[in-house]
């Protein structure tokens, strides 16, 4: 069974520049996560789709932030304008419905300049 | 908002040496779930936990969940140097718009062969 894709790895840009980040879940899971994890820190969740409604986005920061899941299947995160703040590696995960255990992707370190 | 601390922080220990970490909560889950994050990868999930006072193992890993629904520990005995790692606690929180997982600080593993 294929894991979580996430494109790109690496992202290094200037801060006020836009970045987009997208994430493939395991094939036939729902439930799509995306995680901000900061350097020496545990990740945290910013956003939860379920199938392509969103369940909890209560930690994007929406003035910046955004993020959509169109068929339920695939998920982009977008930063506009990146801040020096949002350097950080970016973790998608998903989980099937019976027993929603979360599986993560490899994450795209973003380093902003 | 929740939080777990996670201790230690970091351990240096032998190879062959038992290793014992654990996390608290000030609130109380009904999931805990153990990952380990290799360099430049997402994490991976090592144990579930599902009732308190749950005791499970995995190989040389073994896990519990606390009576309270407060705490869990990791133990990992007769360490070898793949090992060495990130290893992460983290409770799953169910709430009105779904669940999520809240993670501790990582314990920082490193194995001397």
């Known amino acids: 069974e294929a894991g979580v894709a996430q494109s790109p790895r690496y992202k290094i840009i200037e801060k006020r520049q836009s970045v987009a980040f997208w994430c493939n879940p395991i094939s036939g899971h729902a439930t799509l996560y995306w995680y901000q994890q900061i350097l020496g820190q545990g990740p945290k969740l910013l956003i939860q789709f379920q199938n392509n409604g969103v369940v909890d986005d209560s930690q994007l920061p929406k003035d910046r932030f955004s993020a959509e899941r169109l068929k339920g299947v695939d998920s982009t995160l977008k930063i506009q304008p990146a801040k020096l703040e949002d350097s950080a590696v970016y973790l998608c995960?998903?989980?099937?419905?019976?027993?929603?255990?979360?599986?993560f992707g490899a994450g795209t370190r973003l380093s902003v300049l | 908002g929740q939080q777990l601390n996670q201790s230690p922080q970091s351990m240096f220990i032998q190879e062959g040496e038992d290793v014992s970490m654990n996390c608290t909560s000030s609130s109380i889950f009904n999931t805990w779930l153990w990952y380990k994050q290799d360099p430049g990868e997402g994490p991976v999930l090592l144990i579930a936990l599902y009732k308190a006072g749950e005791l499970t193992s995995n190989g040389r890993l073994t896990a519990q969940f606390g009576i309270t629904r407060k705490d869990s520990f990791l133990n990992i005995s007769a360490s070898i140097p793949s090992d060495v790692g990130i290893y992460f606690c983290?409770?799953?929180?169910?709430?009105?718009?779904?669940?999520?997982?809240?993670f501790g600080q990582g314990t920082e593993l490193s194995v001397k062969p």
């Open positions: 983290a409770g799953r929180d169910v709430y009105n718009q779904g669940e999520k997982l809240i």
């Open positions: 995960a998903s989980s099937p419905q019976r027993d929603n255990i979360q599986y």
